[in-house]
């Protein structure tokens, strides 16, 4: 489940492009156990609705064995207790540890957390960089993941003691220069 159409669709796109190539990769070399893999891709349009509706289609018409995706924090909130019921494994692309804390049985994050990339960025910019009166400010947008994303900025500015200007965009937001 990724954004194939919708307005993260750029992440979901590569996302669906790189398991393809995996999953070519792994049947070439015999599959598993001598099985091979068939991927099967549900658009979620970055839309908790329609990942729930793919997240039931892929289990109960395809019947699928594990789950890669979904692509976002929110549409991965909602499905947990849907995971957990149904007992499906899952890989989501969800950087957030919401997705492991509190531990749930069937999810297996593959990437890292937002407050990991984050605090590589300040720690590049405060320690590499060596700006005198950094001014940093960061644009998010208004759904699950920009909240996170704002909290977690906050917190690593103040472990630097630096305050950051925040811009909250739309998720439909095309052009942002005046914010800039």
Not at 79 to 95: D, G
Not at 138 to 148: C, L, N, Q, R
């Amino acid at each position: 489940i990724a954004d194939h159409t919708g307005p993260t669709s750029n992440l979901g796109i590569a996302m669906v492009g790189a398991y393809k190539d995996f999953i070519r990769y792994i049947n070439d070399e015999g599959g598993i156990n001598g099985r091979k893999i068939r991927l099967i891709t549900e658009d979620s349009r970055y839309s908790i609705p329609a990942s729930i509706a793919a997240f039931k289609k892929l289990l109960f018409k395809d019947q699928i064995l594990a789950l890669l995706g979904p692509v976002s924090i929110g549409e991965t909130k909602v499905l947990f207790r849907h995971i957990e019921k149904e007992k499906i494994p899952t890989l989501p692309f969800a950087p957030d540890e919401s997705v492991v804390k509190p531990y749930k049985r069937y999810v297996f994050p593959t990437t890292t957390f937002y407050d990991n990339e984050w605090g590589i960025i300040f720690d590049y910019i405060i320690n590499k960089l060596k700006p005198k009166n950094p001014k940093i400010a960061m644009a998010t947008v208004d759904v699950e993941s920009g909240k996170v994303v704002r909290a977690v900025v906050d917190e690593w500015a103040k472990s630097y003691g630096l305050k950051i200007h925040h811009e909250t965009l739309p998720i439909s937001a095309i052009d942002v220069t005046s914010q800039v």
